[in-house]
């Protein structure tokens, strides 16, 4: 159970909430926060296959860039992914297994300000590969996003993301 837990794409739901606080922030250094909901909800296919729905809601806090700029305080784009995903892991070795997961990832124009989002519709492919022991949970997510719709007046969208995931466990 502590291993499903970790694991993004486990038969699992969960709710994880992340916290990212970032200083610096534009020429006044100020504290931007973006606080991650991420609802992830398995939904069995058949007894070998997952679809797992990630979905990531930006909670943001944007302080002023620049003197004379506002605050602003709202939801971001949403960015729901899916994946496809075997429901058992694939024995690498004695006590490693390989999970991975391959869908499309999106991104939707739902920011409650125009500063807080992109304005556009964007879409891309997306992979989850992790590597798990009774002790470690490592592994990456990786995907690409391009606009295809949405404002004509904000910039295109051409975004990679890649994350890291490592969790170890005291036995």
């Known amino acids: 159970m502590r291993e499903a837990a970790q694991n993004p794409i486990a038969s699992l ?3 994880p909430f992340q916290n990212n ?3 610096g922030v534009g020429q006044l250094d100020n504290t931007q926060n973006i606080l991650n909901i991420q ?3 398995p939904i069995s296919l058949d007894r070998d296959w997952n679809l797992i729905t990630r979905w990531i809601m ?3 806090y944007q302080p002023p860039f620049v003197p004379g700029d506002t605050t602003d305080f709202g939801l971001g784009d949403f960015n729901p992914s899916f994946f496809f995903s075997p429901k058992a892991p694939i024995p690498i070795s004695p006590g490693v297994g390989l999970v991975w997961g391959v869908g499309p990832a999106f ?3 739902a920011a409650t300000d125009p500063r807080l989002g992109s304005g556009q519709w964007s879409a891309g492919p997306s992979l989850v ?3 798990l022991t009774k002790q470690v949970v490592t592994g ?3 995907n690409n996003l391009w606009s295809f719709a949405g404002d004509d007046n904000r910039a295109a969208v051409n975004a990679i993301e890649f994350l890291h995931m490592s969790r170890i466990f005291r036995v």
Do not use: G, R
């Open 140 to 142: 990456f997510l990786i």
């Open 39 to 41: 609802p992830v909800i």
């Open 13 to 15: 739901i969960s709710v």
């Open 129 to 131: 590969a992790l590597l």
């Open 21 to 23: 606080t970032n200083f």
């Open 58 to 60: 930006p909670v943001i």
């Open 107 to 109: 991104a939707l124009p």
